[in-house]
């Protein structure tokens, strides 16, 4: 069964402070990777996905097959960064697996 | 973007009695339609999946008579929750696609105490 794991429940940095929030996946075949994102007191919602390759609130995160990665990265954090962040893979039938989540704190 | 909706945002009931949580795709039509069950500081955890017309498929360890749900309409989906005990108290969320889509459109989510 596929899984995705993300080792960090909690990732605390300082405004400014580069973000790393680390996903790894289980799949052999070609997989479908997703970042959502919780603000407080907000319903989750898509914040980016492996296929489009985009920049979305100056995040990116890139598959690396070869580590089965997809760690999410902002150069530099911002106080409405602070979240719930979760990592999911769209299975064959179209089901999403999530991963744990990791809280993203960001101090001022 | 698409929206969909859940109601009520949060519901009380006694041990035994039966819960109903709708969700509705206010802009779109849903062909699946995703209900899930997060316990708190925990992952959303599928419980079973649900296409207009057709019966839910469930997940492996969710009790299907416990747990009903009905899409009887390409912007409503329910969730009964029968027979209710304590430890079916928890954060249900609904999901739904539109036809081969792969995006899942997430409602509030409902939160269920169960005295």
């Known amino acids: 069964a596929q899984r995705v794991t993300q080792p960090e429940k909690l990732l605390s940095v300082f405004k400014g402070a580069p973000v790393e929030l680390k996903c790894n996946y289980s799949?052999?075949?070609?997989?479908?990777l997703f970042w959502y994102v919780q603000y407080s007191r907000q319903r989750l919602q898509l914040l980016l996905r492996?296929?489009s390759r985009e920049s979305i609130k100056g995040f990116t995160a890139d598959l690396n097959k070869g580590e089965t990665s997809f760690h999410l990265k902002k150069p530099f954090a911002q106080e409405e960064d602070s979240a719930m962040y979760y990592c999911?893979?769209?299975?064959?039938?179209?089901?999403?697996?999530f991963g744990s989540g990791t809280r993203l704190l960001v101090r001022p | 973007g698409a929206v969909v909706s859940q109601h009520p945002s949060r519901v009380i009931c006694k041990s035994g009695t039966s819960v109903k949580i709708e969700c509705r795709s206010l802009?779109?039509?849903?062909?699946?339609m995703f209900w899930y069950r997060q316990f708190p500081k925990q992952s959303l955890m599928l419980m079973a999946t649900?296409?207009?017309?057709?019966?839910?498929?469930?997940e492996q360890g969710v009790e299907k008579d416990k747990f009903l749900i009905n899409h009887a309409s390409l912007t409503l989906s329910t969730l009964t929750v029968t027979s209710a005990h304590p430890e079916d108290s928890s954060f249900y969320i609904c999901?739904?696609?539109?036809?081969?889509?792969?995006?899942?459109?997430f409602g509030p989510g409902t939160r269920l105490t169960v005295l």
């Open positions: 999901s739904a696609t539109s036809g081969g889509a792969y995006e899942q459109f």
């Open positions: 799949y052999s075949g070609s997989p479908e």
């Open positions: 492996h296929i």
């Open positions: 999911a893979s769209l299975d064959s039938s179209y089901k999403l697996i």
């Open positions: 802009d779109f039509q849903a062909t699946t």
């Open positions: 649900s296409n207009e017309g057709s019966k839910a498929t469930y």
